[in-house]
């Protein structure tokens, strides 16, 4: 189906293009400014990220849009990992994730966070007096 529209002029045209931008579903930039929040040494698996941010296809669209992210944009991406703490991206940038993970004080065996639910970021949640300071060092 091909949809013609006639702008009646350029204040409609500029409605036109706004309401695209925000249907978009190639437009992540939502997705980018929420993981650029992520705190050092903290993680956030795919599903949270895709319920805070309401996203319609749930882990699976947040997978997508991190697969798109651009390099050079300072988004931590490996700060966004699979439920119970697993590393799901495959390599080589798995052991890229895995030493960044590593460098940030987080434990992992394989491919998965030891402990991963102490590590977790939720938005808006304060951290508990017992979770693990950011940026800590072995």
Known sequence: MVLKVQPSGPSELVRLQCRIERTNPMNWN???ALVKKIPRGR??????????LRLPGGARTAGRAMAANPSGQGV????????????LI???HASLQ????ESEGLTLAEKRILNSSEYEWIPGKRPSRGAPKSGKRH
């Open 30 to 32: 939502h997705v980018y």
């Open 43 to 52: 993680v956030m698996t795919y599903g949270q990220l895709a319920k805070a």
């Open 76 to 87: 931590p991406w490996h700060r966004v990992v699979g439920a119970g703490g697993r590393l």
């Open 90 to 92: 495959r390599e080589p």
């Open 98 to 101: 895995r030493k960044l993970l």
